[in-house]
């Protein structure tokens, strides 16, 4: 910690720093931090009522930023998120196969790679 941190008003500090709370939401279930009016908002876990699970960013109570979607079938995905998986991420399906790219409103599209494991 600098000599600067020091130099913060307490009563600022304390007022930056995020929420952490757990809430029952209508999806499922949300640990994490939360904005002034209690949405999610910042770093946090959903456990969703169908058994997917999700952990990353947040923004006004949508999945916004760099995230991970673990699927209740063993799917996972690591990336991009706009509420849904939209930018540049990794889809492993299962433990099979893989596609490495662009993802446009939750699906793949634009450029990518996808690769098949032979079994």
């Not at 913060?8 to 939401?25: D, G």
């Not at 409103?105 to 098949?116: P, S, V």
Request: net charge positive; no cysteine.
């Amino acid at each position: 910690m600098s000599f600067l941190h020091w130099l913060i008003p307490v009563s600022s500090y304390v007022a930056t720093e995020k929420a952490r709370q757990v809430l029952e939401l209508e999806q499922g279930w949300y640990n994490g931090q939360t904005n002034n009016v209690g949405q999610p908002e910042g770093v946090g876990s959903m456990h969703y009522l169908n058994g997917d699970r999700y952990h990353g960013r947040w923004k006004a109570g949508n999945r916004r930023g760099k995230g991970t979607l673990f699927y209740k079938n063993g799917d996972l995905y690591f990336g991009d998120f706009r509420g849904i998986p939209h930018g540049s991420g990794k889809l492993s399906l299962g433990s099979l196969d893989e596609y490495k790219g662009d993802f446009v409103d939750g699906t793949m599209g634009g450029f990518g790679k996808m690769t098949y494991k032979v079994i």
